[in-house]
């Protein structure tokens, strides 16, 4: 095979993946043939049939009609047939379907009048320059430069009288179309530079908060060393109240006794809750350790299971709002279990309030930022956070509510944190809370 051919197929093939953009297929659907045939349908007509019109373009209509019919039909084919084929096959459809539109908009030119001609000549020279910005026209890849050029001298097959006009047309065309081809190249390379700084910023930043979580690790476990004394000493101490609970339930002993009885009782409720919270710690300490390992998680999956359970819990219902994909997952230290409690314990919150007051609506938004992270909104309509809270960290046993432990935001914050993400805490302007977490979004496909 000829080394310059084999050359010229690799940088078709190269142009064909690069330019497979997302505007491009979206500007290229049956739906846009079809409109494009209205509104050549609707300038041909115009200009051929029209009173006080047609006399200045003198445009053979029947002929430009014929040429409007085949460009559409030809490309409207060329759309279905191509839809799932590859991005070298979808290159030259697309080649050709700009073949073809400049074909068409030359046509009109070649079966005008010489003053018709002249306003039409500015036809192909806007097409030509929206074709380039769109597909990147450029000299490295001068695939749109060809067609751009065949479709438009193309046109001089129907009629040639009008050849001296394209020795204008075509020139200003292509050169239009390279100027502006450039330009969207130009900000293509721009718009790379800024999402790799953004990457890269990001990428530190996840470092950074990597490095933190193990620092967080590491203290934790250096306290959960320490807390077997303490529970030794909560295990005593529960012995001997509940020994003095028992000696002084005899109410015949005296008032005294009885008072006893009550104190012994509430030291009892106490030292119960003072168990609980130190074993929460443990386990947080534990999860949040060097052996919980970062997994990808299913975010969606994650968030449509928790409101399952809250929804049962609670006979409410909390509404989702989600712009994710369905194959977005998340990276969360411990996996699954660790973001579904976190995910309930925030619902939780939502719905209980400080106490006195809980939610009566709780919504969930979650959507990708372009900088590879998933963020997750939790918002309701209750009493919101304490201004003087919101001042501080999140801090443990720390609580508004009665019969609370202080746990439930803070191991959510720090298992957020531990997995190199971040909880933000804040007051909406129209009344209640909302917990914004931020986390890395893994590789899963």
Known sequence: ????????????????????????????????????????????????????????????????????????????????????????TRGIATLVGNSLTMWFVASLVTLSSTRGAAVFALLPVFVAAYHGYLLRMGTRYPFVIASTIVGVCGALALDSHQAPLFVVIVPLAVGVSLTLGNVALRTDDLRAERQGLRDAVAAQVLREKSVEAQQLSTALLDVLGQNHDIGNALAAARVNTDWLHRRTADSAAGPAYSEIHTMAGELRGSLDRLARILQESRRIGKEMGPVGALHEVDALASIARVVSSVDHRFHSTVRTETTLDASVHVLVRGGVTNFDRVLENLLVNAW?????????????????????????????????????????????????????????????ERLIAASGGELVRANRQSGGALVRITLAKGSAP
């Open 1 to 88: 095979m000829d080394p310059r051919r084999s050359n010229h197929k690799a940088r078709f093939i190269q142009w064909a993946e690069q330019h497979n953009l997302p505007a491009v297929r979206a500007a290229v659907t049956v739906s846009t043939w079809v409109w494009t045939g209205v509104l050549g349908a609707g300038i041909v007509l115009l200009a051929g049939l029209a009173p006080h019109v047609r006399g200045f373009f003198a445009l053979r209509t029947v002929p430009a009609l014929a040429v409007l019919t085949v460009v559409c039909t030809v490309s409207v084919v060329g759309v279905l047939l191509t839809k799932n084929a590859s991005p070298t």
């Open 352 to 412: 209980e309030g400080d106490g006195k007051r809980g939610a009566s609506e709780v919504v969930v938004q979650s959507s990708e930022g372009p900088d590879g992270f998933v963020t997750i909104e939790i918002a309701d309509n209750g009493p919101g956070f304490n201004a003087a809270v919101l001042r501080q960290p999140v801090t443990a046993f720390v609580t508004a509510k009665h019969d609370g432990q202080g746990l439930g935001l803070y191991t959510a």
